[in-house]
């Protein structure tokens, strides 16, 4: 997009010499108002131009280009899934977003206190039960289509070159969704959730050689305590969806300079 003037062009009279319908010459009008001071015509170029090239990339442009008659039709909703798990991410994320006004971890040392929050949540605060099970669910969906996705790609083949880095990223992604649910398991601090953080100290402190270390790092010791649960916290609202959202980006922008792989 170049900086240097545009010709004048005279719009009016071109205006003049068309049929138009009020509404179409109000439209235009403003558009040429618009174009003269921000340029509008040469972003709605742009914008033209990204429709173009994603619908060049969708799964349909391979039975076109090979003449197959739409025989794979039956594939293409499986290449919904990636978008499908995106979604179910972006809905946990608002309404955990929303859940994080009502909830904290227990700062006095009690860590039974979060399940006291989650007990407001549920039975005294208004459309609660419905927002925490938005949010429960939406993780349980993106868990299963991340699943689904990353099944679609191998028995698809579509995992291999040009592709085999972001075949890495997705596993990368998939491996911090299970990390993004099982942190979340944790906050509530129920029989459930305490008994799945035993057995994650368990399984941390038998990693070979780093166990222990892990354990501490991670847990804040060999016994769940208020540690864990500030652990957990910060896991799962600080630090995952900063690096799960600019990885999701990423996985994104691949596709997006590479092009869907379709069956073959």
Known sequence: MSLERKDEYDHKAWMKKKDLTPIEATFLTTLIWLDKRFRIVDYLELLETLYYRVNLQM????TEQYNLDNKFWYWYPLYTLGLFSTL???VAAISGALLGFYYSP??????TTAYSQIEFIMRDLQFGFMLRSVHRWAAQVMVAAVFLHMLRVYFTGSYKEPRELNWLL???LISLTMVFGYTGYLLPWDQLAFWAGQIGVEMARAVPLAGE?????LFGGFTLSQSTLQRMYIIHVFLLPFVVTTLIAIHIGIVWVQGIAEPH
């Open 106 to 111: 227990a700062t006095t040392g009690d860590p």
């Open 213 to 217: 270390w892990v354990a501490q790092l």
């Open 88 to 90: 179910a991410y972006v």
């Open 59 to 62: 799964p349909k442009s391979h």
């Open 170 to 172: 997705g596993i990368v």
